[in-house]
């Protein structure tokens, strides 16, 4: 069954640093893959998707994520986080069954 | 425009009461869906709707009724609910249904007494 793993459940960063969150999937065929972001009480936002081609995807909001078929992973990345940036973030998979299946998020916090 | 509105923002119902909860996209999309997100958990997908008929339905009790009026509208009536039903209620849609992005509204967030 197709799955998607979220590692880390809360991570804590200070304003300015680096951020990578890590996503692996396990599914057969080439999946589509998705990085949402939630902030409190508030809707899903799409940051970026990969559905084919080059495997280093932009996003809005300074976002980037890498596909890495050898590794099974879609890790999203910021090179300097800002506050406003705190909030959930789900990364997904589109199953085949024309829907998404997510992970289970990982919480942001970011530290002045 | 890449709107999805749902209303209302915030339900706060009986078990015997019935309510509807009410999604609207003006894209042109024709896919239409339902998600229920308990508290720190991701969303679950409930039903799917394409072309205005239901395609999917993750097994969802009788007591969520999903309805798709026209292309652009899509209901969830509730009736007989229970506390555990209490959830953020996301409403999203897609052009089509598949690979295509889901853009999410968001969300009803509904608490049953």
């Known amino acids: 069954a197709q799955s998607v793993t979220q590692p880390d459940i809360h991570i804590t960063v200070s304003e300015g640093a680096s951020l990578e969150l890590r996503c692996n999937y396990s599914y057969g065929a080439t999946p589509y893959l998705f990085w949402y972001v939630q902030s409190p009480g508030q809707g899903l936002q799409l940051l970026l998707k990969y559905f084919s081609g080059d495997t280093l995807v932009q996003g809005i909001k300074g976002f980037e994520a890498e596909f890495k078929r050898s590794q099974s992973s879609f890790n999203l990345r910021k090179p300097s986080v800002h506050w406003s940036d705190a909030a959930e973030y789900f990364c997904?998979?589109?199953?085949?069954?024309?829907?998404?299946?997510f992970g289970s998020g990982t919480r942001l916090q970011v530290q002045p | 425009d890449t709107e999805v509105t749902q209303t209302p923002k915030h339900l706060v119902m009986g078990m015997t009461n019935k309510k509807s909860l009410k999604c609207e996209q003006h894209m042109g999309h024709r896919a239409m869906y339902w998600y229920k997100q308990k508290a720190k958990k991701p969303p679950e997908l409930m039903f799917v709707y394409s072309y205005e008929k239901l395609s999917i339905n993750e097994s969802v009790p009788s007591r969520f009724s999903p309805e798709c009026p026209n292309s652009s509208l899509l209901n969830l009536h509730l009736h007989a609910l229970q506390p555990e039903d209490s959830a953020l209620y996301l409403c999203?849609?897609?052009?089509?249904?598949?690979?295509?992005?889901?853009?999410f509204g968001p969300g009803t967030r509904l608490t049953v007494l």
């Open positions: 997904a998979v589109e199953t085949g069954r024309r829907a998404l299946t």
């Open positions: 999203a849609s897609s052009l089509d249904s598949g690979t295509d992005t889901q853009y």
